[in-house]
């Protein structure tokens, strides 16, 4: 890696799939990507996330985000509560950023999975293009061709994942 790279390890990122893009959705699934090292394997995680009741009656359901993602409201009753997925976060991200390409998107359903689960994250979500903009820019460029060469695949752990390899692209990138 280069000496004008300010990375802090590990790097981790995450991703939401959403009821809707409008007001009123609610997460419904989420995926971990972590990557201790430049050394390491990538560790992905991701679950579905079960509706609270208040979700059910007053969140938006939208048909078009369904054909997006492909997930089925059925199929989230096999998901994790609120509150499982809420611990299990602050137990493998805590502490620092966890960067999302999302903007007020992802923070919107951290904020409503959290506030379902009644306790805080005890991590920082941060701006996936500002990540890139501390990589010099030779290694920013290749890790934006790597990103736009495998379009998001809208499943939570795999979005996660495409993002921290295409930093690795970069970063390859910066050592050769």
């Known amino acids: 890696m280069s000496e004008n790279t300010k990375l802090t390890w590990p790097v981790k990122a995450i991703d939401f799939e959403a009821s809707s893009l409008e007001d009123g959705s609610y ?13 390491a394997p990538v560790a992905v995680w991701s679950t579905l996330i ?7 009656r007053f969140g938006h ?13 059925s199929e989230l009753a096999d998901g994790m509560s609120a509150l499982e997925v809420a611990k299990f976060l602050n137990e493998k991200l805590g502490g620092g950023i966890v960067w999302c390409d999302g903007g007020p998107y992802d923070v919107h359903w951290q904020r409503a999975l959290f506030g379902a689960a009644s306790i805080k994250p005890n991590f920082a979500l941060g701006n996936w293009a500002g990540l890139l903009r501390t990589l010099p820019e030779r290694c920013r460029e290749r890790a934006l061709a790597a990103l736009e060469e495998a379009p998001p695949r809208h499943r939570a752990g ?4 495409q993002l921290i390899k295409a930093l690795a692209v970069g970063l390859a990138e910066a050592a050769s």
Not at 62 to 72: D, E, F, N, P, Y
Not at 158 to 161: L, N, P
């Open 50 to 56: 079960r509706p609270t009741d208040d979700w059910r």
């Open 158 to 161: 795999a979005d996660a994942e």
């Open 61 to 73: 359901w939208s048909l078009a985000s369904r054909r997006v993602h492909g997930i089925t409201m």
């Open 27 to 39: 997460p419904i699934e989420v995926g971990i990507a972590v990557w201790l090292d430049e050394n």
